[in-house]
């Protein structure tokens, strides 16, 4: 039972323009959203994340919306840049005790590409 | 301030074998967790430490295991290795759990001939 999912595996666009990766949960419980960038042989970096007590963050070219009762995500990079290219993972965490020590949950991740 | 570190970065092991992997958190992060990187399944939690204890625990046999010090730094071990074991293994280290972020090592892959 996958409770995180990136239903796209690869997303092409041409530079400047915006890139938006999408994400989907089924876990109710779930309360804490990270999106990762990663190249491969390389260990995910963090973007950005966002708590459900909010639906939208920003960092620079980076936004990350959340729609709680679609249980959907989506990251927005704007402008994109071919620096930009790798594999994009959103995760999940169920927040703060229990069975939720440590414990994130991934989407299988989607391939952007850039065009310059 | 200096990031995850892991080491090995590449191993090969032979079925049957057994391997040690290990991590050292960011300085002050207190956490550190365990996950397999493969093709097939994508990132899947292992375990998660914090104060030399393990407090969480993913869906793996038995024959994955690992262990905190008191400095933090972490160990995990693969006994019996399958070929199925091949994989990337990353660590990932944050302040405390739950909503602090955590931050990746480069990982270590480990191949199983």
């Known amino acids: 039972d996958q409770q995180v999912k990136q239903n796209s595996p690869s997303l092409s666009v041409q530079e400047g323009r915006i890139s938006i990766l999408n994400c989907d949960y089924t876990n109710s419980m779930f309360d804490y959203f990270l999106w990762y960038k990663k190249y491969p042989a390389e260990g995910p970096t963090f973007l950005i994340s966002i708590s459900s007590i909010k639906d939208k963050n920003e960092d620079g070219r980076f936004t990350v919306f959340l729609n709680k009762s679609a249980k959907h995500l989506s990251l927005h990079i704007v402008p994109s840049q071919p620096g930009d290219s790798a594999v994009y993972f959103c995760a999940a965490s169920p927040g703060i005790g229990g069975t939720s020590y440590g414990k994130l949950t991934f989407g299988q991740g989607t391939i952007l590409t850039v065009h310059p | 301030k200096a990031g995850v570190t892991q080491t090995p970065r590449y191993l090969i092991k032979t079925r049957g074998q057994q391997v040690t992997l290990s991590c050292s958190p960011i300085s002050g992060h207190r956490s550190v967790s365990w996950y397999q990187q493969t093709p097939g399944q994508g990132l899947q939690f292992l375990f998660e430490y914090f104060s030399e204890t393990q407090r969480n625990k993913g869906n793996f046999p038995g024959r994955f295991s690992g262990r905190q010090f008191s400095n933090s730094r972490s160990e995990m071990n693969v006994s019996t290795l399958e070929l199925g074991d091949s994989a990337l293994y990353l660590c990932?280290?944050?302040?405390?759990?739950?909503?602090?972020?955590?931050?990746f090592g480069p990982g270590t892959r480990l191949t199983v001939l």
């Open positions: 990932a280290s944050s302040l405390a759990s739950g909503r602090d972020t955590q931050y």
